[in-house]
């Protein structure tokens, strides 16, 4: 019996002898992950943020990324597109989407941003439905609510602006 084992042992051992065991060391492999999200998440840069909108108050944050010099959507007391008033928030809140395709669209901003949409087209020398790659940031006063948000947004991509990013006020942060 012995030997018959010893047989079947040999043959197994001739018929399986060409697959190794490999074994693979992770542990180089995760202390390298680890070691690039370290450096990731502590070595971010920091930019200056972009003047407020006058009459608007910003929210606070502590993370994020820095905010650009771009096209600003003030939205406090009033609307303001580029510094200039455009309407009073409420007015605009209040104000019904003359579109049924839209219904987010609020009329009169809508005409505002189409035509300072159209003016950086020209200027630009793009033609009517050319994408303006002009980032436009809103400020939104903190106590502004999102359905309005919403359909500032929603206006604004209709004019034509489809780079759009929201401004925060960057605060310092208090260490534990």
């Known amino acids: ?7 079947r042992a040999s043959r ?6 060409k697959f190794q065991v ?16 370290f450096f990731t998440l502590t070595t971010t840069t920091v930019g200056e943020l972009a003047p407020v909108v006058p009459g608007v108050t910003l929210p606070e944050t502590t993370v994020g990324m820095p905010a650009l010099s771009q096209l600003t959507l003030g939205v406090g007391a009033t609307v303001t597109l580029a510094n200039r008033p455009i309407m009073a928030t409420v007015d605009a809140a209040a104000e019904p989407s003359n579109d049924v395709r839209f219904p987010l669209k609020v009329p009169t901003l809508y005409r505002a941003m189409k035509t300072m ?5 020209a200027a630009r020398g793009i033609g009517a439905e050319g994408d303006l790659k002009v980032a436009l940031a ?32 960057r605060v310092a942060v208090i260490a534990p």
């Open 1 to 7: 019996m012995n030997r018959a084992r010893d047989l």
């Open 12 to 17: 197994r051992a001739l018929q399986f002898g």
């Open 22 to 37: 490999t074994q693979l060391n992770l542990v180089p492999l995760v202390d390298t992950f680890v070691s690039i999200v």
């Open 117 to 121: 949409a159209d003016s950086l087209r």
């Open 138 to 169: 809103i400020q939104g006063d903190r106590t502004m609510r999102y359905d309005l948000l919403s359909r500032f947004m929603a206006t604004a991509r209709l004019a034509g602006f489809t780079h759009l990013s929201l401004q925060v006020q």
